[in-house]
């Protein structure tokens, strides 16, 4: 890599599109919760404790023209996707529900919001963080050379 941290405008663009989607979905995620008040079980959770450091990592990284933060980035996104995978697969009923980490009171496979007969939470969190970390891959292959 460069000694010149400055992103080229490519690489510019993608991470604005993918500090977009983070803040979206961060301002998606607090909607539902605190408007909307639907409780946030286990697995939501953790992928929001992936996804809002996310808004300040990439808008701190666009700000100060730095492309480091795909690096810090990348790693938090992916273990977000992992996360939000699991969570859609275990919803889908692809994963018994015996290995479900959620208590009574919130439980991972409770339908809250179901849009359109088939977008749910999961589903939104997963495509999400998917866009992310495609995103911030892109980003680091033009900038790796």
């Not at 992916?78 to 697969?89: D, Q």
Request: charged share 10%; with cysteine.
């Amino acid at each position: 890599m460069q000694d010149n941290p400055t992103i080229p405008g490519r690489q510019w663009t993608l991470l604005l599109l993918c500090w977009l989607v983070t803040l979206a979905s961060t301002l998606g995620s607090l909607f539902f919760s605190e408007v909307m008040g639907l409780d946030p079980c286990v697995l939501c959770w953790y992928q929001r404790i992936a996804m809002f450091p996310l808004v300040i990592i990439l808008g701190v990284g666009l700000h100060s023209q730095d492309w480091r933060s795909v690096s810090y980035a990348l790693p938090i996104a992916c273990l977000g996707w992992l996360a939000a995978l699991y969570h859609f697969l275990l919803y889908s009923g692809f994963i018994p529900k015996g290995l479900q980490p959620c208590g009574k009171d919130s439980a991972c496979t409770q339908v809250q919001l179901e849009l359109a007969g088939f977008i749910t939470i999961p589903l939104l969190s997963l495509v999400a963080f998917s866009i992310i970390v495609l995103l911030l891959f892109a980003a680091k292959k033009g900038l790796v050379k």
